[in-house]
């Protein structure tokens, strides 16, 4: 692929896809699992390359594989070998991001098929002054507490629930200080923010943005990728 090496914006991104995806069955590291023929990662890197405001992506990709998802994406991108964990895996984007870029955000390549433009609202609101920024979709489920034992403890407020996606924005310093903070594990970069007192802005997701970690999401993401 070659959109990367038009890039000219302001905003880095960090693509953690070191991960094994187990839930997504046998294969292989899920970023590398193919949609319509190519790595998921590809279709990741496409579409938030082609957003005006990134001017710099980083891979963090499985460390036997880092060759070869070079030679995937092209020159246009860096790729530097993950961690053990997600959370591993960002951090070391992060170390390698060039300097200069002060907005950098986080986005799973799970969420193949984000768009461009899902891209520009994140960095436009911590352009804004925002330090961390996510995007949210409301829950449509019923949602309840259980307890270990499978009994129901509460029925949740589904009106003040939000199903977070990537990617997932913030002033650098912000984030670089959070990753240093960490003691333990986050499932998302914004819940490190929040541990070291910072205060994490949301913004509208995109339904296309679905996280594609069971195989009848890659049979949906086959769907989305013949809408217009």
Known sequence: M??????RGDVAVLVPAAGQGIRLGPGGPKALRLLRGEPLLVHAVRRVAAAPSVGCVVVAAPPDEVAMVCQLLGPGVLVVPGGATRQASVAAALAAAPAGYEIVLVHDAARALAPPVLVERVAA??????PAVIPALPVVDTIKHIH???EVM????????RAVQTPQGFQRSVLE??????VDDHTDDAGLAEKIG?????????????????????????LLLDRP
């Open 198 to 222: 910072v205060a994490v802005w949301t913004v509208p997701g995109e339904e296309s943005a679905l996280k594609i970690t069971r195989p009848f999401d890659l049979a949906v993401a086959e």
């Open 125 to 130: 609101a911590v352009r804004e002054g925002h």
């Open 154 to 161: 509460t029925t949740l407020d589904r009106s003040v629930l």
């Open 177 to 182: 200080a959070a990753h240093a903070a960490a």
């Open 148 to 150: 270990p034992t499978g």
């Open 2 to 7: 070659t959109t990367q090496q038009s890039m």
